[in-house]
């Protein structure tokens, strides 16, 4: 089975999720934070990694494991600069305020991935009717092969396919955007397939 065929009950996950997040980091910051998913896809390695700048891009984000019923991967990503802008947009800063990668911008991208990927697998799990447990979240500050190579070593090697949703945060003094990728473990795709036909 092609992750492609996920596509379309993904994109109804994407929505709910994409909407629980917001919901969850607008209570946490008191402040409207929207999230928009406008395009979702399927794609390799090296798709993953343009999508984020290239190969040595440096990139800054979060990283779940999915267990459960299915079990996979979901990464947020962001281009270094991007979720510096994410930090500043968390913490309610104007725009450029932070500056460099500190121990604040990694704890503020840790929660907004815990956030986002928590939100995502958890509709996952009632759109399919599936047990899911998200890890708590790790952060991820390398370059875009790096990560790829390390995380999905299993999943590309065995030919699979990741889905990439771009992501974006907006409040009321501006947006930026990222990169959703979900991958399932290449043994649950058929237990995904089930479920979601």
């Given at each position: 089975m092609a992750v492609e065929e996920l596509i379309p009950a993904l994109e109804v996950v994407a929505a709910e999720g994409a909407s629980r997040?917001?919901?969850?980091?607008?209570?946490?910051?008191?402040?409207?934070?929207a999230i928009h998913v406008p395009n979702i896809r399927a794609g390799t390695n090296t798709d993953l990694c343009a999508a984020v700048g290239g190969d040595e891009s440096v990139v800054l984000g979060s990283y779940l494991s999915i267990s459960g019923d299915i079990t996979g991967h979901v990464m947020l990503l962001f281009p270094e600069q991007r979720a510096l802008e994410c930090v500043d947009l968390m913490c309610g800063q104007e725009p450029g305020t932070t500056?460099?990668?500190?121990?604040m911008a990694f704890s503020a991208i840790s929660e907004l991935g815990n956030i986002v990927g928590s939100a995502f697998v958890n509709a996952l799990a009632d759109h399919l009717n599936l047990i899911l447990h998200p890890s708590p979240p790790t952060?991820?500050?390398?370059?875009?092969?790096?990560?790829?190579?390390?995380?999905?070593a299993e999943v590309l090697s065995q030919g699979g396919d990741v889905v990439m949703m771009d992501a974006i945060f907006e409040d009321q003094k501006g947006r930026t955007a990222g990169l959703l990728i979900v991958a399932p473990d290449p043994v649950s795709l058929a237990a995904l397939q089930r479920v979601a036909a």
């Open positions: 997040a917001g919901r969850g980091l607008s209570g946490l910051m008191g402040q409207e934070i500056q460099e990668p500190d121990e952060v991820i500050h390398d370059m875009a092969i790096a990560l790829v190579e390390s995380v999905y």
